[in-house]
């Protein structure tokens, strides 16, 4: 079992710039690809992006490309979401998901085998 605890949201301006992280337990944390999904009331879980195992893949959604960046320490069993330029269409409680399976990570929540309770990320205006 793995557990994951995300942290890092909070309440900013439309503009402003948070860091989220994300630990993971466990040791085998370096072989899994990590994702970032998020979702807003009402809505359905929304990708934002994934890293591959070693880090050395990046894929995000279009909404947030050029904007935010996901990267991880392996060492630390953390993965990361730089977020710039919010807006506040980006207010969602986001969530971080690990694939046990795949290399690279994949768009669909169905991919992920755990995930974490989620923190809060609103923008105002």
């Known amino acids: 079992q793995v557990q994951l605890v995300e942290s890092g949201g909070g309440l900013v301006q439309a503009g402003a710039s948070l860091k989220l992280s994300c630990v993971a337990s466990?040791?085998?944390?370096?072989?899994?690809?990590m994702a970032w999904f998020r979702q807003a009331p009402e809505k359905e879980h929304e990708f934002v992006g994934a890293?591959?195992?070693?880090?050395?893949?990046?894929q995000y959604a279009d909404s947030v490309k050029g904007r935010f960046t996901i990267s991880r320490d392996n060492a630390k069993n953390t993965v990361y979401l730089q977020m710039n330029s919010l807006k506040p269409e980006d207010t969602a409680l986001y969530y971080c998901a690990a694939d046990t399976q795949s290399v690279n990570g994949t768009r669909w929540p169905s991919g992920y085998d755990y995930w974490g309770q989620g923190t809060q990320v609103t923008v105002s205006s």
């Open positions: 466990g040791r085998f944390f370096s072989t899994y690809a």
């Open positions: 890293i591959a195992w070693s880090g050395g893949h990046t």
